[in-house]
């Protein structure tokens, strides 16, 4: 072989990469497994829309999530409580119908899910029906076990959520970190250990001490996507009208932005509005004769 050649092995890793391997089809729950194997880092972005999701689905992102989070950057809600089944249904079939590569997961809204295991399959099997999504996210470690094992079961890949749950927003009083001390750290580690054991095939760390984030990462076999849990996990996502700058206002100190479309789709609007004033739009080459 060629000492310039690449290797077998490097060769099936240039074809099950997350990043320029996998492309002839969407990037599943396995490959996901692989990459945590690999030790390959991936990242998430929310997405809500079908020309927003196509955007990142082209960018190579391999997940994307349709996250109740619509609700406070979309849908004027304050928080995530209000959102509806039907609207998760019409938002997740959208950012299907906008991609073909990435694995697309979706939230089960507040009040879709905890009332039963039942109710949580029921609602699973219509944003899989109904919308085409490829898996689905749900909120709670211990308590969310039993709705995750019974989704695992009919054939629902689920993706877990501990630490920071928004959608208990009023329970805990706002947005502040989890488990900061030893017997929150223990029950946060039982939390992850529950939903692994349960089948989840990936759990999102959020607003989570790094230092714990990293050790939950350690001691489980599927894939930890962090948001506020530091750089130790496998994954990190970040709600994509934050991380493009579209948000207005404070933003969670995990958050980085790494654009300002915010400022660039406001001056477009403001150039439009003084063209129109002014009679310079349209102009002869945007009319018709």
């Known amino acids: 072989m060629n000492a310039s050649s690449p290797s077998p092995a490097q060769n099936q890793a240039s074809t099950t990469s997350l990043y320029g391997g996998v492309v002839n089809r969407r990037v599943t729950v396995r490959d996901l497994a692989s990459a945590k194997q690999r030790g390959e880092k991936w990242a998430m972005l929310t997405a809500y829309d079908a020309l927003t999701a196509g955007v990142f689905d082209e960018a190579g992102i391999p997940v994307l999530l349709v996250g109740d989070s619509a609700g406070n950057c979309h849908l004027g809600y304050e928080t995530t409580v209000p959102v509806t089944m039907d609207q998760m249904v019409m938002l997740s079939a959208a950012v299907v119908r906008g991609t073909k590569r990435s694995l697309i997961v979706a939230d089960l809204p507040f009040g879709s899910y905890q009332e039963s295991p039942a109710q949580a399959l029921h609602n699973a099997a219509r944003l899989m ?90 001691q489980l076999a599927i894939p930890t996507v962090g948001i506020g849990g530091g750089a130790d996990t496998d994954a990190q996502v970040l709600v994509w009208t934050d991380m493009a700058g579209m948000t207005a206002g404070r933003v969670p100190k995990f958050v980085k932005q790494y654009a300002n479309l915010r400022s660039v789709l406001g001056d477009a609007a403001k150039e439009f509005a003084e063209e129109v004033r002014s009679g310079a739009f349209p102009a002869e080459q945007h009319t018709f004769h």
Not at 133 to 158: C, F, N, Q, W, Y
Not at 201 to 218: R, S, W
């Open 129 to 218: 029906k109904e919308a085409g999504v490829g898996a689905v996210k749900l909120e709670g470690g211990e308590r969310s076990a039993r709705s995750i094992e019974l989704l695992v079961d009919a054939g629902v890949p689920v993706m877990a959520h501990i630490g920071l749950t928004p959608q208990s927003v009023h329970a805990f009083g706002g947005y502040p970190v989890q488990g900061r001390g030893d017997e929150a750290a223990h029950r946060m580690l039982r939390d992850a250990k529950a939903v692994q054991e349960a089948g989840a095939f990936a759990v999102v760390l959020e607003a989570v001490p790094a230092e714990l984030a990293a050790q939950v990462t350690a």
